[in-house]
């Protein structure tokens, strides 16, 4: 059975297609378009232009999977969604024009499915998930295939920029209020937390910091631990990058060029908060979940 996964997140739309064989999914090909649904949120709404951008890319997904001779096809939607007045009008219209019916996960449902799809059988044995996105980032402590606890925050590399950020890079102040916002966050959902060693990374942000970390450090490409050491020194250079280091963020993350910062002070003050040595870039994650629990039928509860 071939099967496609779309995720309509807050910043990416992605559209992941899957040979599932014998309970298990394959992935084949991958599609992104980066629609910045975040951005087109006012008043806590979903414009009507940021749901016919929505709308544009699940057709044009739906046309590349019948050309490819496939009908089965999945759409859920995390914070772009979750998190606005009027997710049930803009699911509607989503539907009505696209013919596609759109899962809006909760937060903690969010969180449970990264943990499934990234951390299970891969990550480290035990530690923290770090589910950072456009528009939520999604926290789970968890020891083996246990979680312990888990958490949604509205706090995303695209929403985040938006609402702080003036030109492309954030000044001094306007990271020192991302921070704060951040550490606010944080305390209110942990005010006394255990420090943990190891961090299991998923999302774009990232990957991206990942990437231009190996550039930046002179690593392998294939390299896919960030350390809490590395991620602060990141940071600093890109706080106000050079001309070199600009070249790097274009060569690695082009397409993150303006929320990477944003994310980097996410994952930093997340790293402060609780002590980590290091994170672990994983190359799977609410999709991949999404697929063993809600096709393939092989959900962790």
Do not use: W
Request: glycine fraction near 10%.
């Amino acid at each position: 059975m071939i099967c496609g996964i779309i995720d309509l997140g807050s910043n990416t739309i992605r559209l992941s297609i899957y040979q599932c064989e014998h309970g298990r999914g394959r992935l084949l090909t991958n599609r992104k378009v980066m629609a910045g649904l975040a951005g087109y949120v006012i008043d806590g709404e979903l414009s009507q232009e940021g749901i016919q951008v929505a709308c544009q890319t699940l057709e044009e997904y739906k046309a590349l999977m019948s050309n490819l001779g496939f009908t089965n096809l999945r759409v859920f939607a995390t914070a772009s969604l979750r998190n606005v007045s009027n997710t049930d009008e803009a699911v509607s219209q989503i539907q009505s024009s696209t013919g596609l019916a759109v899962d809006v996960i909760s937060g903690t449902e969010e969180a449970r499915l990264s943990f499934l799809g990234a951390v299970q059988g891969q990550g480290p044995e035990e530690g923290l998930l770090i589910d950072l996105g456009g528009g939520s980032m999604e926290l789970v402590k968890y020891q083996g295939h246990d979680i312990l606890s888990s958490c949604s925050l509205s706090l995303g590399s695209l929403s985040l920029y938006s609402r702080f950020v003036t030109y492309l890079h954030p000044t001094k102040s306007e990271r020192k209020a991302i921070r704060a916002l951040v550490s606010e966050q944080l305390e209110r959902h942990d005010s006394a937390p255990a420090p943990i060693a190891h961090a299991c990374g998923v999302g774009g942000t990232a990957r991206a910091a990942c990437k231009v970390a190996n550039l930046a450090f002179g690593r392998s490409q294939d390299c896919r631990i960030l350390t809490a050491k590395e991620l602060h020194k990141l940071l600093k250079l890109l706080r106000d990058p050079d001309r070199e280091m600009l070249g790097l963020m274009l060569k690695a993350a082009p397409d993150r060029i303006h929320t990477l910062v944003p994310g980097l002070i996410i994952l930093n003050t997340v790293a402060r908060t609780y002590g980590l040595e290091d994170i672990t870039i994983s190359r799977c994650g609410v999709r991949e979940g999404y697929l063993q629990d809600r096709v393939l039928g092989g959900g962790a509860q």
